[in-house]
């Protein structure tokens, strides 16, 4: 079953509190056979494939027709794993895998041997973490080896949230998808670099800058943006999230922004676009043609779990354009306001 895969992919529905070990063991198989499952993960749906195996990583990359110097982050499901994949561990590394493992943390590290270029895109770090999910660490610690998993979505577009979304993604390309209902964090890990002279969030994820500074003291945070040709993060500078709808971020003041929202849906409208718009429990009632509701402002945490599925929605609902309502880039925030003016290709409007 090591096919780039023809007709159907097995989807098997998989208890994400009691992972049933026959169907783990199908999903292990495939890993070590050097093929391809997608699985749950307590972030997003991930693609997965034996790290150490130099084909396997490149199925991902032709799958997914990922850039081959975006790398991809290595899972594991015990810690001592770390040791045997880096060259150094050092102390602030242990001190956050202990606080934060398993968990959406990610630590850039210095490369060991074993790890093949092509999982970390020709660089001498590679990406790890330990995810907080049953299902995932049953895979890995069945399959005996690392498992590489970007998102489970073709580049540049909206990650999956659901076996849904992964089924419409990649329905033929992979060999199995493991179905463990929607993820609960629903937006990617943060990438922390720690061989950078002060830890640098590469990415902002689901561990919050605020946490981690709390536990390190300075962190920075990487001026990530699509103009910045030369990163120390090669995902920073490629398109990403991306709905097939055009999309504007509205960013400053609630009361300003929801001013600001309804006045571009009805110019919008108005030029013949069929107008969505990204509200939250808080907004009034907006005049557009397709209105979806993230969540409330004070809950950013639901606000992120609803906000790939969203994204996915207006392109089903099949609008133009979509406004955005900003919130505030603090905690969880940050990586929200992150996908969401990636998605818009930057287009922001500060009022
Ligand atoms: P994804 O696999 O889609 O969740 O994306 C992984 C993110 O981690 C991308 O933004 C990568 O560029 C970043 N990443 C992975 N490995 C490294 C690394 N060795 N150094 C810096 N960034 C990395
Ligand atoms: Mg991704």
């Not at 699509?226 to 609630?254: C, D, L, R």
Request: charged residues 25%.
């Amino acid at each position: 079953m090591s096919k780039e895969s023809t007709g159907k992919p097995m989807i098997v529905e998989v208890d994400i509190e009691r992972p049933e070990i026959d169907k783990i063991r199908i999903a292990a198989g495939v890993i070590r056979n050097g093929g391809l499952v997608a699985f749950p993960t307590e972030t997003v749906y991930g693609l997965g494939a034996d790290a150490l195996n130099p084909e396997a990583v490149a199925k991902i990359f032709r799958v997914k027709n990922r850039p081959a110097d975006n790398p991809v982050i290595v899972h594991i499901a015990d810690k001592r794993e770390v040791y045997k994949l880096t060259r150094d561990v050092p102390i602030k590394a242990r001190e956050l895998m202990d606080l934060f493992w398993p968990g959406p943390l990610t630590l850039v590290l210095e490369k060991s041997g074993i790890v093949p270029h092509i999982t970390t895109g020709g660089l001498e770090t590679v990406a790890i973490r330990m995810p907080d999910h049953k299902v995932t660490l049953a895979i890995i610690t069945e399959s005996g080896t690392p498992i590489a998993a970007p998102s489970a979505n073709p580049a540049g577009k909206p990650s999956p949230t659901t076996a849904r979304h992964v089924m419409k993604d990649l329905g033929c390309k992979v060999d199995v998808i493991l179905d463990g209902g929607p993820t609960r964090v629903g937006v990617e890990s943060t990438v922390l670099d720690l061989t950078a002279h002060t830890p640098t969030i590469l990415r902002p994820g689901g561990i919050t800058a605020e946490e981690l500074r709390s536990v390190l003291g300075s962190v920075k945070i990487h001026p990530a943006g699509v103009k910045i040709e030369v990163t120390p993060s090669p995902g920073m500078k490629h398109k990403h999230y991306a709905p097939n709808a055009a999309m504007i971020v509205v960013e400053g003041n609630f009361d300003v922004i929801v001013r600001k929202v309804q006045e571009l849906a009805d110019e919008h409208r108005r030029g013949g676009k069929r107008v969505g718009i990204m509200a939250t429990s808080e907004s009034p009632a907006y005049d557009a043609d397709v209105v979806k509701i993230t969540g409330s402002r004070a809950d950013l945490k639901t606000i992120a779990r609803n906000l790939f599925g969203i994204l996915r929605g207006f392109d089903e609902e099949k609008v133009d354009i979509i406004i955005v309502e900003g919130v505030d880039a603090k905690g969880l925030g940050l990586a929200i306001m992150d996908r969401l003016e990636r998605a818009a290709g930057h287009r922001i409007v500060r009022v």
